[in-house]
């Protein structure tokens, strides 16, 4: 059973940054990433990573946050900079396992991010 263990996150005035990690358990992880979810907002995903190095991004934050992947197995940074108060909400580690007949999705617990003056 795939776990995902996230840290990082909380509280910055505007223009700040965080870093996000997110670290899977198991194998046959092929995508991982973030979504966020604002009070009365949908969950939207923010940065994805791929195998082979691919990433995808939110349009509302291109140019200001990086999604990388760590040294250790199967764990994704995500680096938030110039960080708006739009862009506060709860950050969700996702994940994507490889099973016989297609694909799992993970959810980590989510962590907060809170960016005000």
């Known amino acids: 059973q795939v776990q995902l263990v996230e840290s990082g996150g909380g509280s910055v005035q505007p223009g700040g940054s965080l870093r996000l990690s997110c670290a899977a358990s198991?194998?046959?992880?092929?995508?991982m990433g973030w979504f966020r979810q604002a009070p009365g907002n949908q969950r939207e995903m923010v940065a994805m990573y791929s195998i082979g190095d691919k990433t995808d991004y939110a349009d509302a934050v291109k140019g200001r946050f990086t999604i990388s992947r760590a040294d250790a197995r199967n764990t994704v940074i995500l680096q938030m900079n110039s960080l708006k108060p739009e862009d506060a909400g709860i950050y969700y580690c996702?994940?994507?396992?490889?099973?016989?007949?297609?694909?799992?999705?993970?959810w980590g617990q989510g962590t907060q991010v809170t960016v005000s003056s």
């Open positions: 996702h994940a994507r396992e490889v099973i016989s007949g297609g694909f799992r999705q993970h």
């Open positions: 198991g194998s046959n992880i092929i995508t």
